[in-house]
């Protein structure tokens, strides 16, 4: 099976601070996307890639900027984290050709 | 640009009982469309999903879909609901193949309670 992989269920950050969120997926998949989830409003596109070093912002890119450096990997980066980023993030892939999404698990990020 | 209204909030029903979620889109183009499930504390999964074909598409744990272009609908169904079935559901619509029509957008979610 697809695995995507978030690498923290649950994290607790500091108003200001610099935050990583890190993404891995095993299946060679060339879109990654990072979404976030609050209540009441689903799930919004912040950025997606579709290929190494490729990205593109989506509906809320505002605050955020992503990396891919490496196909399996896609890091989100809150340059300085604000409590209105207090959130649930979603990464997923799927291949080029293909349609639907696998998902991780999900990242709870508070910020205080 | 697309768009995903899905008409209730929250629905609660009792076990064994049929239920349906709605979904609405909007787009200028030919869509694909896609119902997700997510369970407490889980990501997301795909339930369903409609390419082409045939209208009437059947997903995992006995759930169903009917596309409707005249009415622009993507209403999910099921029989006969379990406590199992309790989650939240996600409509969701892409503009089909190649680069960033990949990308999905999302309906705000409807939460489904099923009560014994």
């Known amino acids: 099976d697809v695995k995507v992989t978030q690498s923290s269920r649950y994290l607790v950050k500091r108003t200001g601070e610099k935050v990583f969120l890190e993404c891995v997926q095993d299946?060679?998949?060339?879109?990654m996307f990072w979404y976030r989830q609050d209540p009441g409003l689903g799930l919004r596109l912040i950025y997606f890639s579709y290929d190494v070093k490729m990205k593109e912002k989506g509906d809320i890119p505002e605050g955020y900027s992503v990396s891919r450096e490496k196909k399996e990997r896609f890091s989100l980066i809150l340059e300085s984290a604000s409590t209105n980023q207090t959130s649930m993030y979603l990464c997923?892939?799927?291949?080029?050709?293909?349609?639907?999404?696998?998902f991780g698990s999900g990242t709870r990020l508070t910020v205080v | 640009a697309q768009s995903v209204t899905q008409l209730d909030s929250q629905v609660p029903v009792f076990e064994e009982a049929p239920v349906e979620l709605r979904c609405n889109y909007s787009s200028s183009v030919s869509v694909y469309l896609f119902w997700y499930v997510q369970y407490p504390n889980q990501g997301l999964q795909l339930l369903l999903k409609y390419l082409s074909g045939s209208t009437l598409v059947k997903g995992i744990n006995g759930f169903e879909a009917e596309f409707n272009k005249s009415q622009t609908s993507f209403h999910l169904r099921k029989p006969s609901v379990h406590i199992s079935d309790t989650a939240e559901y996600f409509c969701?619509?892409?503009?089909?193949?190649?680069?960033?029509?990949?990308?999905?957008?999302f309906g705000k979610g409807t939460l489904l309670t099923v009560n014994p």
């Open positions: 299946m060679d998949h060339e879109n």
């Open positions: 997923a892939s799927n291949p080029w050709d293909s349609y639907g999404y696998t």
């Open positions: 969701a619509v892409s503009r089909g193949s190649g680069g960033s029509n990949y990308k999905l957008t």
